[in-house]
């Protein structure tokens, strides 16, 4: 082959090289140009979705986050806002199949093992509960160790382990005195053990920090109960009828209307 057939072919080579690297280069750009946009679409529909959710609209919130899980399924956020949204619809299983979800992507997402504690706790799974609650009973990262006690607490006492649990929960009010969720379950847990008294102090205490409307009912109620079992029904009376007051039509406020009859 002659010089000059090389010198003369040298440049197409380079041009095809050239070519063939630009055709590549604008191929990768495409493809993250792409990816940018999927995961753009995605946060915007994650961020309608939990803005819905701050509304309690949460057909509209899953529609958002169902389309956001699509575009970007690796997202432990997303799943946890749906697992959040299932929840409050009443949808156990959906809800446990999301907060499972998250913490198989993020095994540090605490926000979402209390809940799935709380979530196994509503359905009587408390074996389940009680292995994420100890998880972040244990976990010096998480910021709310009060609140892992009392979930542990509760778990561990319809497990019948009646003196861990009352530890668990004692435990939870010394990391945070004004926790009222300890001292209503503290006085659950006297209260079936037959301790009146110590459960009517945890009752009157839960009351001073004012909780949800419901708390206070179920509260009035059992208060109303154990002044019944003590006789003295003027007392029974009374927080028998708040709890009528604070829940017209909610099922404490029926229960103690139901009470109040067959004590008048």
Known sequence: MSKQSLAGGAPVVWLCT????????????????DEELRLKRAKSHFNLGTDYIRNNRLALALRELLAAEQLDPKDPRIHQALADAYSMRGKPVEAEQHYLRTLQLDPTVHEARWNLSSLYNQLERYQESLVHSSMLADDATFSGPWRALVNKGVAEYRLGQVDAARSSLRLGLEYRSDYWPALFYLGILEMEEGRQFEALEFFRQVLEYEPDLATQAEVNYRIGEIYVSLGNRKQAIGHLQAAVAQTPGGPWGVKSEEYLKLLR
């Open 18 to 33: 050239l070519a063939l690297l630009l055709g590549i280069g604008c191929a990768s750009s495409t493809k993250r140009a």
